[in-house]
């Protein structure tokens, strides 16, 4: 097995990420914790792009539209459709639209335990209810009932990996091999080091 401290996992700066102009202040977010930037460029992704992205994980309809009903339920409103699949269909159509409307910027991040790190600095999927000290609890004010009364998707400035599995999958289809670099940082050292020999002149 690889060493935790080589776990990776994808960031894209959604459209309205770099519109905020929130750019270096969302990569600082992720450098300052001890992660390592290993790929990064920008582009204007594809509808078909988009589309492909999210139905890499057959279940992900499924659980996007689970989790919207629950988002509903828990303030004491009613869900445009009990059906999670309707609900699921509904969001990847937005989805094209909001991440295809302009550049975004995608990196692979790297460091020990990438995945989890990365979601609990970027937050909770609706920025209403993300907490505070995250990037989308604080630079964010979406809301499922807003977003969904005006047909279209929730801007959360980000999209990160949910799983190891899912970050595998989406580096390749953000990526090619030869992108991703491997290389050393300084303060790799101090983070992963063993001994800790060599500090002192
Ligand atoms: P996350 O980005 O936090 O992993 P999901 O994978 O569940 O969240 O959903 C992907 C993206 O779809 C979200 O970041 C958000 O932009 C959008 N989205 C999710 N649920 C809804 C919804 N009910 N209405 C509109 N947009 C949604
Ligand atoms: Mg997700």
């Known amino acids: 097995m690889t060493h935790l401290k ?6 894209v700066i959604k459209p309205d990420g770099i519109q905020r102009t929130l750019v270096g202040e969302i ?3 992720y450098e300052r914790i001890g992660l390592k930037l290993i790929a990064i460029k920008m ?11 999210y139905n890499l994980d057959p279940e992900w309809k499924k659980n996007v539209g689970e989790k919207s009903i629950k988002g509903y339920i828990d303030k004491g409103l009613e869900p445009p459709s009990q059906d999670p699949m309707v609900i699921g269909d509904q969001v990847i159509s937005v989805l094209k639209k909001y991440l295809s409307s302009g550049p975004v910027i995608a990196m692979v991040w790297q460091g020990a335990h990438a995945v989890k790190i990365v979601r609990k600095i970027t937050g909770g999927t609706e920025p209403l209810s993300s907490d505070v000290g995250t990037i989308r ?3 964010v ?5 807003m977003s969904d009364k005006d047909g279209r998707a929730i801007r959360n400035l980000i999209h990160a990996s949910g799983s ?7 580096i390749k289809h953000w990526f090619v091999e030869e992108e991703l670099l491997d290389y050393n940082l300084v303060q790799d050292k101090i983070l992963y080091d063993v001994n800790l020999d060599g500090l002192l002149e």
Do not use: N
Not at 6 to 11: A, C, D, G, N, P
Not at 141 to 145: F, I, K, P, V
């Open 6 to 11: 080589k776990e990776r996992t994808l960031v």
């Open 164 to 170: 190891a599995k899912e970050a595998d999958d989406e």
């Open 43 to 53: 582009l204007v992704p594809s509808e078909d792009h988009v589309d492909k992205h």
């Open 137 to 139: 609890g604080d630079y």
């Open 141 to 145: 004010l979406d809301s499922y009932q």
């Open 27 to 29: 990569i600082q977010r």
